[in-house]
Nanobody, 126 residues
C-alpha cells in the first residue's frame, strides 16, 4: 500500500519561503517519478514541478526560478523549496508519485500520477 504524507505548509508573508516535504512508503522510491501539484479554491489542479528517478527536474511555468523540487532517496522524501512566495501561490499542495519505474520522460499531467498525498495548505499573505 502506497502512502504519501505531506508536511511543511503554513502561513507566510509575500516574499517569504517555505519547504514542503513528502514522505513516501510502499513503493520503489528511488525508481519513481515524483511531483508536486497545487489547487487553489475554485481552480483546477495545477502542475508545479516533477523530478525523475535520474534527478532531472521539470518546473511549471508559474514557479520557474522560484521553486525547486529535490529528493532524498535515503529518506524516501521529496521536497519542494518555495522562495519569493506570492499571494497567488496560495493553494493546497499535493505530492504525487507515478506507478512507472525509471520512466524515460518527465510527466506533467494529473493522470500520469497514480498515487497522491492528502495535501498541505500554503497561504501567502500580502
Amino acid at each position: 500500500q502506497v502512502q504519501l504524507v505531506e508536511s511543511g505548509g503554513g502561513l507566510v508573508q509575500a516574499g517569504g519561503s517555505l519547504r514542503l516535504s513528502c514522505v513516501a512508503s510502499g513503493l520503489a522510491f528511488s525508481n519513481a517519478q515524483l511531483a508536486w501539484f497545487r489547487q487553489a479554491p475554485g481552480k483546477e489542479r495545477e502542475f508545479v514541478a516533477a523530478i525523475r528517478w535520474t534527478g532531472n527536474t521539470t518546473d511549471g511555468d508559474s514557479v520557474k526560478g522560484r521553486f525547486t523540487i529535490s529528493r532524498d532517496n535515503a529518506k524516501n522524501t521529496v521536497y519542494l523549496h518555495m522562495n519569493s512566495l506570492k499571494p497567488e501561490d496560495t493553494a493546497v499542495y499535493y505530492c504525487a508519485a507515478s506507478a512507472l519505474n525509471r520512466d524515460r520522460y518527465s510527466r506533467r499531467g494529473i493522470s500520469d500520477y497514480r498515487y497522491w498525498g492528502q495535501g498541505t495548505q500554503v497561504t501567502v499573505s500580502s
